[in-house]
């Protein structure tokens, strides 16, 4: 008597499992200075809470707890950076009793007190130089040809330091269609400037790189980054300090160079896994696009006209 083989999960069920899990997520990020017990996100995901840690653990790729705290210290992160809230105000948001409980976390995480990060990354991101003496932080720029990318996106709305909610969908979306192998490529493509455009008005796409056969649904559409000529620079450490590496190529580069900037957003490329990683060896490579014909001056040694 032969033995039964085990059923393969069907893609609907796995594209249902996803759906699911993602709406926790976005539960997590809506709720994060409210307490989050287990009931109430396997209510929100319509699982048994018997069952829901196993189920989210295997779709994401971490704990539902470790999902909380990276969201919160992220929060925070950006929070010490972009404003001038106390330690224990932003310790109590993050959802922790004492200032030391928070610190002991966060050095944890980011290699630092949290009060030494604010320090260093307000003294390490100052604004462009108003004299040519004036340091900032410098960044090894690469000019070479991007190859065009096809993306499974989401549209963000609103704060960048928010769009970890749309790249946790957009992974559940792929995970449950097979579309995540070792080498996927994840990228962001942001159209404003947060410095110039009010937070809540910030667009962009969150997207992960697919086959010519991916098809979109209603939960993605299909986002194309053409072929360009782009300089680039690979920035280390937490996203919310991707303000430095813009700051160095529009603030200083751009002008030193005589290049032009091409008619298309810039773009991020997310070269290892947050989720695994600390915080200090996270890799991003931004890129700006440059036009053509700017590129070819520059690279005749004349000004472009």
Known sequence: MSTPKPSTPRPSTQA??????????????AHLNEPLDVERLAEVAHFSPWHFHRIYRATTGETVADAIRRMRLHRAAGELLNTDASLERIARRAGYGSLAAFSRAFATDYGMPPGHYRRHGRLAAPRPPKRPDDVTDRYDVTIAPFDGVRL????????????????????????????????TRSFGIYYDDPESVPRAELRA?????????????????????????????????????LERPYRFLFGEW???SGAEP???????????????????????RIYLPLAHSQLEAMNRGSEPR
Do not use: M
Not at 217 to 239: M, N, Q, T, W
Not at 265 to 278: G, I, K, S
């Open 16 to 29: 249902s499992y996803a759906r699911r899990i993602a709406r926790v997520t976005e539960h997590i990020a």
């Open 152 to 183: 499974a996106a989401l549209e963000h709305r609103g704060d960048y330091q928010g769009i970890g909610t749309a790249f946790e969908r957009a992974f559940a979306w792929a995970a449950s269609r097979g579309l995540i192998g070792p080498g």
């Open 205 to 241: 796409h969150a997207g992960l790189a697919i086959g010519a056969d991916a098809v979109a649904d209603d939960e993605v559409r299909i986002v194309e980054i053409p072929p360009l000529e782009c300089a680039s620079v690979v920035h280390k450490g937490p996203y919310a300090e």
């Open 254 to 256: 751009l002008a030193a």
């Open 262 to 284: 091409a008619d298309y957003p810039c773009f991020e490329e997310y070269l290892n896994d947050a989720r695994t990683l600390p915080p200090s060896e996270w890799l991003t």
